[in-house]
Structures are given as C-alpha cells and as structure tokens.
C-alpha cells in the first residue's frame, strides 16, 4: 500500500498551483521601501525597544501594518562600500554569529542580503538590525545580519524593500526567495542553486 495515494498528490499540486496563480496573476500585495543608516544603530537599542525610537518608529509601525503576510525582504546597499569591504568586515566580527558568507560572492552586487519570512517581517528585521531578545532578556546571538555589531563602524547605508505577498502563498516563499536571491545576486546568505 502507498503511503500517499496519487489522488493526494494531484490535490496538494492544485493548491500548489492556485497559490502560485495568484502570484502570477498579482505579482506582490504591496511593497514598502525604507532607508537605514547603520549610524542610527544604537547601543542603547539592545536595552530599550528600537521600534519606540524616533528614527524607526514609522518604519516598524508599517510593518506592523502587514505582520500576518508573508514576506520577502531584501537589504540593498545604497552607500559607497564595496561587495569585499562588507565581507571584510563581516569576517572581522566577534562574539556573534556571522552572516552566511557566500564562497564565491558576487563583487559588483548591490544587494546585501534577500531574506522572507511567513508573518511578522517586522520581527526578522529586528534580528537582522542585531537587537533581537529572547524572552530571558538576553541578546540573541543567533542569525541575521546583526548589522548592529559589523555595520555601524562603516558607516553603511541601506534601503530595505518589503515585497508583501497574499496569505496563500505562505508555505512556499521559500520558492519565491530563492527565485529573488537567483535574480538579484545578493553578496552574503544561502547559496542558490539555479
């Protein structure tokens, strides 16, 4: 006996595919555009809640606009450093964990990062600006950009474009990231495979 019987199969390929024709048909919900200069990364946020800030406080209130989708995100680069100054300093880093550091990144790439998430963009963001708490209080030193503790000393300016996509498509925006990630050639994250 099957473990899964074809009838199955052809049902979850339907949802598949109408999830995915409404992307085809739609493209994105929204997107949102926001500047980031790594400057503004203070060490007092690590302490006090970044999205109460007078520099971030517009930004994290439109994310919370659109927490229950699903989103991708993408980091650019919109200041001078280059692909190999950024991976330069992301090596020098200390008592985080680094970014993913491509073996073979892309050197005139302006993209520094493509990420999703299923809900709560906002969160994520947190996480990659390097402040993201466990419930202990304690500062987390797991994934992300931890822009915070690499970027500020650079003085790295970035734009961050939220792409919001309908609920259907949560489970797959790992199609959907890796589709962006092939396009826009990002310099530091997972290596895609085309």
Known sequence: MNLIESNTIKSWGNDIANSFQIVANNGYKSVQQFEIDS???????????????????????????????????????VSNETSIDIIQKIQLMEGKTRPAIKKNFPLNSRILYVGKVKKCVWGRIIMHLGYHTHKSGKLSNSHGLQLYHWATEMGLK?????????????????????????????????ETVT
């Open 158 to 190: 970035l734009r961050i474009h939220v792409y919001e996509f309908n609920e259907d498509v949560a489970d797959y925006m790992e199609v959907i990231e890796k589709k962006f990630a092939t396009s826009l050639k990002p310099i530091i994250g997972k």
């Open 39 to 77: 400057n503004d990364l203070e060490e007092k946020f690590i302490y006090e809640d970044i999205r109460d800030s007078d520099k971030f406080r517009k930004m994290f209130s439109e994310l919370q606009q659109i927490e229950n989708s699903p989103c991708v995100y993408v980091f650019e680069v």
